[in-house]
């Protein structure tokens, strides 16, 4: 009669003892222990199978979470929860916290039900989603999405495809004013080679590059041509930029100018092969001229670094499955045709500009897991949670080698390696910081107002544009509510980069820090959806509402 009977699928022992000490009872599901128990012993068995190397790639069950969870044990020792939950075996849920909405009986859902999800929120918790999503931004807002999210293509649409060749030949044509102007003068700039041996290494079915920028070897072979080619291709974007090309007919630079195949080959040889570049003071001064130009046209000409890395990504995977990092153009387009990854559809790949100029810490790439609710989306309602956490890479950051320990920050990659000797001993143990520790560190580089000025305001300006770029294709339902978990990467500025949104982020402890703020967020979220509606005024705890049509 109190509407007071909820459902938990999947090991949330915090969302279940929450609901239980407000007097709600349990309608459990049939046969979920044996369930648990044999995915269990399949998931060990596929762990000494494949190692470290399978990267987590386990198999999927609908009522298991999307990011593994530590197995909770339900503290019942006299067995009233199990007498309770079976006296309401008939009766329908009043609320449902699941994995995956379609895990949960159609049946089960009533009006007036509360559930933690939407329908088709892969809008914008899916690479792809989110890529085609935030196309749309500057038709709904003022806003560019240049600005908060690196540039991205998808693979399998030919238009995209074509867009993302002609961006990566620009961007190769900057790196390499970028690599001219390193050092001053007429003398060359030049590259290490590197070995035969690195060449072709591969982690988890990637292609592994490895540039190494430093002294050339004697005898390395000088392009001085390459640079006038690279500075006619900036003049000529530039002017596309500057929309000096009245006629619209006017052909892109990157199919008038130059070879672009002999220009990449040659661009490779200098980045990455050891090869030199013969600069004149004039055309130092025509570099420096060009990039500072294009830096007013291309917000994101400073995070893309001068080595031209792009990451390769299935466009609804999770857990960092089947991601590729490359330097190639030929090996992008190769790796998307070839890619064997059973789960991963033909053409749906997403490449992504790698932000080459991150900030890190200790000398270690990190990101941040953001936390946020939508409670509605006619109107759209968004609720940011005020505490998140970092997590580190198990390497030192190094764009020489691009292996998954240095550029993989998820817990469910990082957990297979160890720290390396090497690592920066103030790196956590547990390579998870909270906000809190990460605010102190700014302070420490005096950078104290970063966090509230820069980085805050960035994280939810990137929210709210990507759910309202994605309002329309998703399922609304009144008194659904979904919880997701937005991942970020730090510029050397402090802005923000959005990575990705995920639907189902993990409540495991993976650390003593997730411990306490996975608790805290469960916690806080019930206050939000189900207290809130009785008490308006109560405690929602760290949620603060941002944004409300």
């Known amino acids: 009669q109190e509407k007071k009977i909820f459902m938990v699928q999947g090991p949330y022992p915090i969302i279940r003892r929450l609901l239980r000490a407000r007097g709600w009872v349990e309608r459990k599901l049939p046969g979920v222990g044996r369930q648990l128990e044999q995915h269990r012993g399949d998931q060990n068995k596929q762990r000494l199978e494949t190692g470290p190397s399978s990267g987590g790639d386990l198999l999927h069950y609908p009522w298991l979470p999307a990011e593994e969870e530590e197995e909770q044990c339900d503290e019942d020792p006299s ?21 995956f909405l379609e895990a949960t009986d159609r049946q089960l859902l009533q009006e007036d039900n509360v559930v933690n999800h939407y329908a088709r929120v892969d809008a914008f918790t899916t690479k792809e989603g989110l890529c085609l999503s935030l196309q749309n931004l500057p038709w709904i807002e003022q806003a560019d999405p240049n600005t908060f999210f690196p540039r991205c293509y998808r693979l399998g649409t030919m238009d995209e495809r074509e867009a993302f060749i002609e961006d990566f030949r620009l961007t190769a044509a900057r790196s390499l004013l970028k690599l001219a102007l390193e050092e001053a003068g007429d003398r060359p700039v030049k590259t290490e ?80 092969e050891g090869a030199g570049l013969v600069l ?35 466009g609804a995977e999770s857990q960092g499955r089947g991601i590729v990092c490359t330097t190639r153009l030929e090996e992008v387009l190769q790796l998307a ?9 033909v053409g749906r790949w997403v490449v992504q500009k790698y932000v080459e100029q991150l900030l890190t810490i200790f000398g270690t790439k990190f990101d941040i897991r953001q936390w946020f609710v939508v409670t509605d989306w006619k109107p759209l309602t968004v609720w940011f949670y005020q505490d998140c956490y970092l997590r580190f890479c198990s390497r030192p950051f190094s764009l020489c080698h691009l292996e998954r320990a240095r550029h993989l920050c998820n817990v469910s990659v990082q957990k297979w390696y160890n720290k390396s000797p ?7 143990p547990d390579k998870i910081w909270s906000n809190k520790q990460f605010q102190e560190y700014l302070a420490q580089l005096g950078q104290a107002d970063a966090w509230h000025q820069v980085l805050v305001p960035g994280m939810k300006a990137a929210i709210v544009n990507a759910l309202r770029c994605a309002r329309d294709q998703v399922g609304f339902r009144k008194g659904s509510f979904e919880l997701y978990g937005a991942d970020f990467l730090v510029g050397e500025d402090y802005q923000p980069w959005l990575l990705e949104i995920n639907s189902c982020p993990t409540m495991s402890p993976s650390s003593a820090v997730t411990r306490q703020l996975c608790a805290n967020v469960q916690r806080d979220t019930l206050c ?22």
């Open 280 to 314: 004149t003071r004039q055309q130092q001064k025509q570099c420096k001229y060009l990039l500072q130009r294009l830096a007013e046209q291309l917000p994101q000409l400073d995070m893309e670094g001068k080595l031209n890395v792009w990451i390769l990504k299935p």
């Open 422 to 428: 090497d690592q920066d001993p103030r790196v956590p």
């Open 528 to 549: 939000l959806v189900l207290d809130r509606k009785d008490n308006p005024t109560c405690s929602i705890g760290a949620f603060e509402l941002i944004y409300k049509e």
């Open 337 to 345: 045709r070839g890619c064997a990854a059973p789960s991963v559809q």
């Open 193 to 272: 080679q590197v070995p035969n041996s690195a060449k072709g290494a591969s982690w988890h079915r990637s292609h592994v590059s490895h540039p190494k920028h430093s002294t050339a070897r004697a005898g390395s072979p000088v392009y001085p041509e390459l640079v006038e080619e690279a500075l006619e291709v900036c003049k000529q974007h530039l002017g596309v930029l500057q929309h000096q090309d009245i006629d619209r007919n006017t052909p892109s630079p990157c199919r008038t100018c130059i070879d672009w195949d002999r220009f990449l080959q040659e661009y490779y040889h200098v980045a990455h």
């Open 79 to 99: 067995g009233i929860h199990d007498l309770m939950s079976y006296l309401v075996r008939d009766r329908l849920p009043n609320f449902i916290w699941t994995n």
